[in-house]
């Protein structure tokens, strides 16, 4: 399997634009999670989907932030509008059930 | 959310010396993960532990659970350049469906 799939691997961007990024999670697992790493607060839990359901989103920072998946296979995470302090690095991570949770290699997002 | 703290921060060692890493939380887990990240990647589960007082190996890594399931560390032999990351640990909660990471130690093994 080509494990989870993230794109783009790096984002740039100027305040105030709409950033989307994509993520394909491993097929067949039924869980997917996004989240965010910074140096000060570390890898935070953003939201989590089961069988495509958003169930929990309340790491979600705000109303700028939304996420889709409308289907199995795709998963988006939408920031509009864009800000400096959403520099960070984005993760998609998909599951099986219990089991191991994959992480993909995440997108580096810089916010000018 | 359980929150969980690890020390050191940072870690800059030789080749060829042991470390200790450390996870704590003033909750008890129910279950701790252990990951490393290496630069540019994403965390990588390396272990699980679920009874207090468990230890698990992994080649030159030890892993040990607190008696209480508040504590945990993580004890490297030898260290190689290859062990050089960001060592993670992580609780389960909300179901065991959501995990909640530490901040981690950034570990550079120097040749």
């Known amino acids: 399997d080509a494990g989870v799939i993230q794109s783009p691997r790096h984002e740039v961007t100027e305040m105030g634009q709409e950033v989307t990024l994509r993520c394909k999670p491993i097929s067949g697992h039924d869980y997917l999670f996004w989240y965010r790493q910074t140096m000060m607060r570390g890898l935070e839990l953003l939201i989590y989907?089961?069988?495509?359901?958003?169930?929990?989103d309340s790491g979600m920072p705000e109303d700028r932030f939304s996420a889709k998946m409308p289907n199995a296979s795709f998963s988006t995470l939408k920031i509009q509008p864009s800000e400096p302090r959403d520099s960070a690095v984005y993760f998609c991570?998909?599951?099986?059930?219990?089991?191991?949770?994959?992480f993909g290699p995440g997108t580096r997002l810089t916010v000018l | 959310t359980q929150l969980l703290e690890q020390s050191p921060q940072f870690l800059s060692i030789q080749e060829g010396e042991n470390l200790t890493v450390y996870c704590n939380s003033s909750s008890v887990f129910s279950s701790l993960q252990w990951y490393r990240q290496e630069p540019g990647e994403g965390p990588v589960l390396l272990v699980t532990v679920v009874t207090g007082g468990e230890v698990k190996k992994l080649k030159r890594l030890t892993f040990q659970f607190g008696d209480a399931r508040k504590d945990s560390s993580l004890h490297i032999t030898a260290a190689q350049p290859g062990d050089t990351g960001l060592y993670l640990c992580?609780?389960?909660?909300?179901?065991?469906?959501?995990?909640?990471f530490g901040i981690g130690t950034k570990l550079q093994v120097i040749p």
């Open positions: 992580a609780s389960r909660s909300g179901g065991y469906q959501k995990v909640t």
């Open positions: 989907f089961n069988n495509n359901v958003p169930i929990d």
């Open positions: 991570a998909s599951r099986l059930m219990a089991d191991t949770q994959y």
